[in-house]
């Protein structure tokens, strides 16, 4: 009888089988669905679930990933739990399964999860969150290309719902589709309004066509949605919104008032991705410094820089410390920060260390290179008055009679912006 209602057969959200005893394990995997998909703060609902069931297979797969960055030990036990009731589990249980097991500890092999996702998504469409993780994974590994193959793989199964339409715009914008991504994007924010990634998209493009008042103003109207997201994408949303303001001369102080209220306050809390909220802070602070207004936030832009580790973070810390040419030496002459992709980091992100690297180039006498790739910037974002301001630098250290253009360009443009 306890055999009998041990292998018993529910289906979860996307309608899949899997086998448990209990009704409250498989309410605990699909309340970490939503979490997932809607960058919940309450994720570690899915620890409920092996919590109901120890030898339900999915329920052990997922907390497994969810706390192989947290806590490794008990993440590798649960994956221990999981492989012993292997022989009871659904196809569909085997497939997350062996495809998680490859995130988690000496294991890793972020090349052959990848492959083993594609066939999950290829069978099992239906699973965003599956398609989910497998797309994160494509973002650390600077893969966007395989991002997009992925959801369109899956969507022609999820037409019209909720989520996949984020899912497809950030690959998209991520390759320089920029009008299909709006699109997409803003299809997902109207089916649901509570579709984070949807917004973030959206504010991406607006951000991407210095459409800066539109994307101000469209990200505070969604910022009431934002209270029950992670503290990471929380202050993300808000970063977007500060540089917003900060690339289309608004008053320094709305910039700061983002910082101390939004970004700074949700630093004080004690939530588990703080480390990934120090990115964005950095982010903003890196913004503010390439802009000569860092006076007031040195003392935590050192905080924030305490917790980077690599050379991109070196390079950073010489160019603080006035040491141009060492940031030359430690990037070489041929630096563009989209070649660090793989940090983890949208193309906005990384702006700003293409900022450093031109102002480290018109301050080491190389400006006819500086030139070179600020025009080339341009191109994308000719609505950008920051840019247009350190072209005028640039033009002037060349001593070409370009600059008064740049300089009148620069200030239709920041006049046109929040006033």
Avoid at 74 to 94: C, D, G, I, Q
Wanted: charged share 25%; hydrophobic share 40%; with cysteine.
């Amino acid at each position: 009888m306890d055999d009998a209602k041990t292998t018993a057969t529910r289906v979860d959200r996307w309608g899949y089988q899997l086998r448990t005893s209990s009704d409250a394990c498989v309410v605990a995997i699909d309340a970490y669905y939503d979490q997932v998909l809607s960058y919940g703060r309450n994720r570690a609902i899915i620890l409920d679930a092996p919590a109901n069931d120890p030898a339900c297979v999915l329920g052990n797969a997922l907390a497994a990933h969810f706390l192989c960055s947290k806590d490794l030990p008990k993440a590798s036990s649960l994956l221990v739990s999981a492989a012993a009731a292997l022989k009871n589990a659904t196809s569909y249980e085997k497939a997350v399964y062996e495809a998680i097991i490859l995130l988690v500890g000496d294991g890793r092999d972020e090349e052959e999860a990848l492959s083993r996702h594609f066939e999950l998504v290829k069978e099992y469409p239906k699973d965003l969150v599956s398609l989910k993780r497998a797309q994160i994974l494509c973002f650390y590994m600077g893969q966007p290309h395989h991002s997009l193959n992925l959801v369109e793989k899956a969507l022609p199964h999820n037409q019209g719902q909720s989520f996949i339409y984020g899912m497809l715009a950030f690959p998209l914008l991520e390759l320089g589709r920029m009008a299909e991504a709006k699109s997409v994007a803003r299809r997902g924010w109207e089916i649901n309004r509570f579709d984070i990634w949807s917004q973030h998209c959206l504010c991406h493009v607006l951000q991407y066509e210095c459409h800066f008042n539109e994307a101000v103003e469209f990200m505070e109207s969604c910022s009431s949605t934002w209270r029950s997201c992670s503290s990471f994408m929380y202050t993300h949303n808000w970063w977007h919104v500060a540089v917003c303001y900060l690339e289309g001369n608004a008053p320094l102080r709305k910039v700061l008032k983002v910082y101390d209220e939004q970004i700074w306050k949700e630093l004080q809390r004690n939530y588990s991705d703080r480390a990934e909220v120090f990115v964005n802070a950095l982010g903003l602070l890196l913004q503010l410094d390439v802009r000569d207004q860092m006076d007031v936030m040195k003392d935590r832009l050192l905080l924030a820089a305490e917790t980077l580790k690599d050379k991109l973070a070196e390079a950073t810390y010489e160019y603080g410390r006035g040491n141009h040419h060492k940031v030359v030496d430690i990037l070489g002459p041929d630096f563009d920060a989209i070649d660090f992709k793989m940090i983890g980091a949208s193309d906005e992100q990384l702006d700003v260390f293409n900022e450093i690297w031109y102002n480290v180039l018109l301050n080491t006498g190389n400006a006819s290179k500086a030139i070179d790739l600020i025009e080339k910037q341009l191109k994308k974002r000719v609505g950008c008055p920051y840019l247009w301001r350190l072209l005028e630098k640039a033009y002037g250290i060349a001593g070409k009679g370009d600059a008064a253009m740049a300089a009148e360009k620069a200030k239709a443009l920041e006049i046109s912006y929040f006033n």
